[in-house]
């Protein structure tokens, strides 16, 4: 099967020259889809193990966990760090599976125009009425990193969303 | 006399056709979900400041390919009764593709081991217009490909339809399954269960329940549900009873000495059998039986029981003072039967 892990990590690219000059390293992210299948060990015996979503069978229905690692390697402290993961197509995502050490995780039910944390979230539904935004309704997942990143940091985010 | 008079028929095929057109117009509730073949893609993206100064948006994808899941559903829509010899009687089936890519469907009409009968000319039609009963338009089974690719979450409405055994008797049941096979799409070949690891390509998972027919276990790309014929047949004897006198002075009045010839004519109507008709007539009072006059169709019976094989009929034998003709089975087909007897007035 097709695998597309595109590694982005070459930030000094994308930023101006003046940038380029001052900076030495930066944010390598690197995203992760994984099943979690039932394998028998080398003992026998069952256990559940994260294996990469293309190489195992997925489902309508199934569970993907979704993993955003980060590591930091810039002489300088990258402050505001924001990760942002959009739920992708075709997944709803599963309620309280939002994770990220050391970050302030917020939602989005309107494709990421305004976040709210988790049961603060609005829609607006079809008739115009605005509601609670249940955890299918998100469309959109921001972790806000608490604290800036020092040099040789690493770190992760994730959540679960299920295969419609 | 009346033998199993049974008028449900009407009734069944008027809840046959309310069923069909219940079933063809819903929209099915559960979702077969994505599409098999359908690329999920996460992306992530980063921003940060570099001490003070704003970072371009970095960005990191994962993707993976949603596999096929094949998933049938058959369900029982009718139970028809039918008389016998009744022609093109419908047991309909709806077909439910339950699975997330398109398929077609081998169909199987499987007559229960446990039949003591079966049903005649047994053929597969799909129902186009949901009729409930076989009409003009309705496509003859062949093979897979005659009905075409059911689409994520489609159906049809296909009926096993069979011509009822004339021998078949009121209320008898004879029970079919229908059996769908998972066909690939445009294919004739049966879908197979991508075996072992997961493969390059779109992998396949059989996710069917058990079905109603024999072997058919959960997870085999099968499904099945059973219906059941019964057999309504109605069937009436008809008696018809005269009486000619023939007095001794060759005239025709009921004087003392004068005999009375009884002629008793049976006929069977109705789609069924009347099984065992038997006709017990008592001697009249005030005359006695003239020995050796009884006849069926012409043919004269011994008096006797005649034991231990007896003939047809008796006088006295199995009933006291009563004569006794036993018809056997007729039918709307059997010729009628003629009895005559005499008496004589004491």
């Known amino acids: ?12 690219l994308l930023v101006p020259a003046a940038a380029w000059a001052q900076q030495k390293g930066g944010v390598v992210i690197r995203s ?14 069952e256990e559940v193990k994260r294996v990469d979503a293309t190489k195992t069978k997925v489902l309508p229905g199934e569970t993907v966990i979704f993993t955003n690692y980060y590591t930091y390697s810039g002489d300088k402290p990258a402050t505001n760090v924001v990760i942002k993961n959009p739920v992708p197509d075709h997944m709803i995502y599963l309620d309280g599976t939002a994770a990220g050490a050391g970050t302030r995780i917020e939602f989005s039910a309107d494709k990421g125009k305004t976040f709210g944390t988790a049961g603060k979230v609005t829609v607006r539904s079809a008739d115009g009425k605005e509601r609670r935004a249940a955890a299918a309704d998100y469309t959109n997942i921001r972790w806000t990193l608490e604290k800036p990143l020092n040099k040789g940091a690493k770190g992760s985010v994730t959540f679960r969303a299920k295969v419609k | 006399m009346k033998t199993g008079k049974n008028n449900f028929t009407a009734t069944c095929i008027a809840a046959v056709v309310l069923c069909a057109a219940l079933l063809g117009t819903a929209p099915d509730a559960a979702a077969a979900g994505t599409p098999a073949g359908t690329t999920i893609v996460s992306t992530v993206t980063v921003d940060f400041n570099f001490g003070v100064v704003p970072q371009s948006t970095l960005s990191a994808t994962s993707s993976f390919v949603v596999d096929r899941l094949i998933n049938v559903t058959v369900t029982n829509n009718s139970n028809p009764s039918a008389a016998p010899n009744q022609l093109n009687v419908p047991l309909s089936f709806r077909v439910t593709n ?43 089974y062949a093979d897979a490909g005659t009905f075409g690719d059911l689409v994520s ?20 049941t004879a029970i079919y399954d229908l059996a769908a096979t998972s066909v690939d799409a445009g294919m004739l070949a049966v879908s197979v269960q991508t075996a072992g690891p997961d493969t390059a390509g779109i992998d396949t998972v059989f996710i069917d ?24 047949s109605s069937s009436e004897v ?11 002075s060759g005239g025709n009045l009921p004087v003392r000495g004068a ?30 039986y003239t020995a050796g006059t009884l006849r069926l169709n012409g043919v004269p019976l011994t008096d006797t029981a005649d034991l231990p094989v007896p003939d047809a009929g008796d006088v006295g034998a199995t009933t006291p003072d009563t004569v006794t003709v036993r018809l ?12 005559i007897f005499e008496v004589t007035i004491q």
Do not use: C
Request: hydrophobic share 40%.
């Open chain 2, 238 to 248: 008809t008696m018809n009873k005269t009486v000619l006198v023939l007095d001794p």
């Open chain 2, 328 to 339: 056997g089975d007729l039918t709307s087909a059997s010729p009628a039967q003629t009895i």
């Open chain 2, 153 to 172: 979450d489609a159906s049809f409405t296909v009926m096993i339809v069979a011509d009822t055994p004339g021998a078949a008797v009121n209320g008898q």
């Open chain 1, 1 to 12: 099967m097709r695998k597309i892990v595109q590694i982005v990590l070459a930030a000094a």
């Open chain 1, 32 to 45: 992760v889809s994984e099943v979690e299948v039932k394998q028998k060990n080398a003992e026998g015996k």
């Open chain 2, 209 to 232: 329940s058990a079905g109603s027919a024999g072997g058919d276990v959960a997870r085999d790309g099968s499904h099945s549900d059973a219906g059941t014929f019964t057999v309504a």
């Open chain 2, 98 to 140: 339950t699975g997330n890519a398109a398929q077609r469907y081998a169909l199987q009409p499987l007559s229960r081991p446990t039949n003591t009968w079966t049903m005649n000319n047994v053929r597969i039609f799909r129902d186009d217009n949901s009729s409930g009963t076989l009409d003009a338009g309705d496509a003859l």
């Open chain 2, 259 to 288: 005999t009375l010839r009884y002629m008793i004519t049976a006929t069977a109507a109705g789609t069924g059998t009347a099984q065992n008709v038997v006709v017990s007539d008592p001697i009249p009072a005030n005359t006695a």
